[in-house]
């Protein structure tokens, strides 16, 4: 039966050896590489995309986290000490997504072991030790009597801090676009996105056969139609024939970073619209497979976690 076992030359001795092999069995060198990422996708939702592909491969794969860590800086390394057979499929993932790897060797930290002593060197290797001891010791204690006094303070740094937020003008200059949605029993809001199409969430849908009211910041007020839901992601679009608005200019939630300052514009329930400031706390969560905002405090409904909010 002959041996098809995928090889590859050894580093230290050059021979052929398995690439499922974590140490050379000629030599005995260490197999193991370290995964490197040398150039990533520059749009962070294709590195966002990369790292979820790359968590999802079978074991060893890195975490989404690690993964998507890794890809954010230059030359990062995506895996540590892994065999080559392993490296191989995320170095076909990463180009697959517009990116390119390499491998490179994996360094282990290395351990000194002292040779054994025996008998009269091991004692004279301790008095050695002991006298070396003693006179540091009395060293370091005349320098502290006779040495001026002298501290140390760490060099000043720069705090990045995100600029203040003013939630009541940035919910003016969004009141245009914001569109009251009502029923029978509820009432929510909804924000242009389109000339003639609102975003709103599907639980501010009427009952079937209840008509849903809209009225604009100018006071126009028609009933809608629902053009499109998503129960899963709880989003729906709802056209608004012949508003002819100014829709809110699309942002990137992707270039957001921990600690910047959002404003949280709505009207929950019957209340009177709100805005409220929050910090964002987590930008590496996703649902079903898109990313969205942890932020601090919480808005203050239970929906409020849905996108569409």
């Known amino acids: 039966?002959?041996?098809?076992?995928?090889?590859?030359?050894?580093?230290?001795?050059?021979?052929?050896?398995?690439?499922?092999?974590?140490?050379?069995?000629?030599?005995?060198?260490?197999?193991?590489?370290?995964?490197?990422?040398?150039?990533?996708?520059?749009?962070?939702?294709?590195?966002?995309?990369?790292?979820?592909?790359?968590?999802?491969?079978?074991?060893?794969?890195?975490?989404?986290?690690?993964?998507?860590?890794?890809?954010?800086?230059?030359?990062?390394?995506?895996?540590?000490?892994?065999?080559?057979?392993?490296?191989?499929?995320?170095?076909?993932?990463?180009?697959?997504?517009?990116?390119?790897?390499?491998?490179?060797?994996?360094?282990?930290?290395?351990v000194a072991v002292e040779p054994e002593r025996t008998g009269g060197s091991r004692f004279s290797s301790l008095l050695v030790l002991l006298g070396l001891i003693a006179l540091a010791t009395w060293a370091w204690r005349w320098q502290l009597r006779h040495a001026p006094t002298e501290i140390s303070l760490p060099e000043a740094r720069t705090v990045a801090v995100a600029p203040a937020l003013d939630a009541n003008v940035?919910?003016?200059?969004?009141?245009?676009?914001?569109?009251?949605?009502?029923?029978?029993?509820?009432?929510?809001?909804?924000?242009?996105?389109?000339?003639?199409?609102?975003?709103?969430?599907?639980?501010?849908?009427?009952?079937?056969?209840?008509?849903?009211?809209?009225?604009?910041?100018?006071?126009?007020?028609?009933?809608?139609?629902?053009?499109?839901?998503?129960?899963?992601?709880?989003?729906?679009?709802?056209r608004f024939p012949g508003a002819r608005a100014t829709p809110l200019p699309p942002g990137d939630a992707m270039s957001l970073r921990t600690g910047d300052r959002v404003v949280l514009i709505g009207r929950p329930e019957r209340a009177a619209q709100t805005a409220l400031q929050a910090v964002v706390r987590n930008t590496a969560r996703s649902d079903f497979g898109l990313a969205y905002l942890a932020r601090s405090p919480a808005p203050p409904t239970a929906d409020a976690d849905r996108p569409g909010r």
Do not use: N, W
């Open 170 to 238: 940035l919910a003016a200059g969004a009141a245009p676009a914001t569109v009251i949605l009502r029923c029978a029993r509820s009432q929510g809001a909804g924000f242009f996105v389109a000339p003639d199409l609102v975003l709103t969430q599907t639980r501010l849908l009427c009952p079937p056969g209840e008509p849903l009211r809209a009225t604009l910041a100018d006071g126009r007020t028609t009933t809608v139609q629902t053009a499109q839901r998503d129960e899963r992601l709880g989003l729906a679009l709802v």
């Open 1 to 110: 039966m002959s041996d098809v076992t995928e090889r590859g030359k050894c580093p230290r001795c050059g021979k052929p050896a398995p690439l499922v092999d974590r140490a050379c069995p000629h030599c005995k060198g260490s197999l193991l590489v370290d995964v490197v990422v040398d150039t990533a996708p520059a749009d962070p939702r294709k590195r966002y995309q990369l790292a979820k592909s790359l968590s999802g491969l079978p074991a060893p794969a890195p975490s989404f986290t690690a993964a998507h860590q890794a890809l954010a800086i230059p030359h990062s390394v995506l895996l540590e000490g892994t065999t080559r057979a392993a490296a191989r499929p995320l170095l076909e993932m990463v180009q697959e997504h517009g990116g390119r790897g390499s491998t490179t060797p994996h360094v282990a930290e290395a």
